[in-house]
Structure formats: C-alpha cells, structure tokens
C-alpha cells in the first residue's frame, strides 16, 4: 500500500490480547484533526474479536513472537511516503518505543507502555501480571485467551460491570505466550542512551496491570540530553484508558503536544 497525500500519517499500534478496532474513535478524531491514519492489525489477527476467540485453538496467533512484528511494521512503515508519527498502546506503546530506536517513526505517543526487557526495577506484582498472562503451564504452540475475570481486574478496573463486559466481547483476542516472554530477549531491549526524535510517555493513575511508577522509570530511563522525551500521568484512567470514557481527554492532548513539536 502506498499513501500518497502532503498530510501526516499517525500509525496507531496495538497492545496484546486487543483487537485494532481498539482505535475506531482515535482514527475518526485524529483524521478531523487533518491526518491521515492507519491502524494495521497483528498478523493473522484481521478478524472480529468473536471470530478470533471461537478459532483461538487453532489460531496462527500462537506463532507470533516479537522480532515478527518489528519486521510486521516495519514493512508496513517502509510503504509510507515519510516517518509516521507512531501512537502505541501497551505492548503497542513498547513497539513504538523499538521502532523509534530503530529510527522508523517521526514521533511516538507511548500510553501505558510495556517496559522494555533491559528496564531493571523491583515491581513484582507486574512480573507476577505478566506471568499470569503468557499462559506458562500450557503448551506455547496454542494462543492463550484471557479469562473475563482477568480482564475486569487488570484492563477493565474502573469501569461499570456493562463496559467491562462490551469491551470484553468486542476487543479481547487470543494472545501469542511467547511475545511476553520475547520482552526479555533481544529483540525487547532499548538503548536508554541513544539520540531518538520525540518521545511522549502517558500513564494511567489507576492503570491495575502497568503502575504509573512503572511507567515513569521507562521514561526517566531516557538519558540522551539531545532527545526530547516527555511525561504525562492522567487520572482516572485504567489500563484499558484508550477505550474509557474520558479517553478523548488523552487524544485532545496527544493531538496539541503534536502540534508543539511539529
């Protein structure tokens, strides 16, 4: 595909265990903000949630490890007429962080990011997350589907019983066990030191998976003095803050930080 227009591109990434209709109102707002906009799904992930879910043991999904979707996106940015400016959420918002390093995007908005392998902290309850969503005990050749009930405690806390469940049912996909654990291979470090064009760091105040604590560590982490990188917590918001009620709040400010630096 080839995108041929003098507007900017916003290449929206998504998290794991979530469908890439996750953007739907951020693609609407963005594009009546003057940008173009593309939101690819994972491999073999380019059906609805419910489709995904009722194959999941059979699924390819189980396949993906991380150094695919570097190579994934990076395909698809190689396609684009200039840099994108890269939106990430979660493992999404990691991604975003390693193509940035590899110098494929012009700016990346990281919500709620995955800390990269090579980020040392003493966070256990996270490890213990982590953990209990790669599916460990059951063989990695088939895709793990996360239960409703780990879904209302570590994505959907903060929301009502009805929008944990129609997220659920609209966004939640089965998931590869091994791109978790690919975060501590090589292929999820990050070179803390190296000249990167702008990164901006947002967190959840309420975020029940990643801490905001955590979250800030990836940021301050950051020590290049000639990059910009910058932090932004917001209240109120879980991990699950791109599909949250208050989640044009986010995109209001991600769309004026964008206008600053470019």
Known sequence: MMYLSNKKTIMFITGAFISHVCWKEWIIFFENQGYK???????????????????????????TRLSDLL??????????????????????????????????????????????????????????????????????NKAYLMPFKKWQLLFG??????????????????????????IYSKSGKI???KRHNPLLFLSSSEDAFLPISLNY????????????TCYKEFQDSNHLSI???NWETMAEFIANCLKKIS
């Open 191 to 193: 070179d803390f030191k």
């Open 37 to 63: 906009t593309v939101a690819p799904p994972w491999p073999h992930k380019n059906e609805s949630a419910v489709v995904l879910r009722q194959a999941h043991s059979e699924s390819k999904i189980a396949l």
């Open 157 to 182: 806390n903060q929301m009502s019983f009805e929008e944990q469940k129609e997220t659920y049912e609209t966004l939640l996909i089965p998931e590869s066990k091994s791109i978790l654990c690919d």
């Open 71 to 140: 190579d994934y996106y990076t395909e698809i940015i190689d396609k684009l007429p200039e840099k994108p400016i890269l939106i990430g959420h979660s493992y999404g918002g990691l991604l975003t962080q390693l193509l940035i390093q590899k110098e494929l995007g012009a700016v990346g908005i990281c919500i709620n990011s995955l800390p990269p392998g090579n980020l040392l902290h003493c966070n256990f309850s996270f490890y213990k997350n982590l953990w209990s969503l790669s599916g460990q005990f059951n063989s990695k």
């Open 243 to 245: 599909n949250q009620e």
């Open 217 to 228: 560590l990836n940021f301050k982490k950051y020590k290049n003095l000639h990059s910009i």
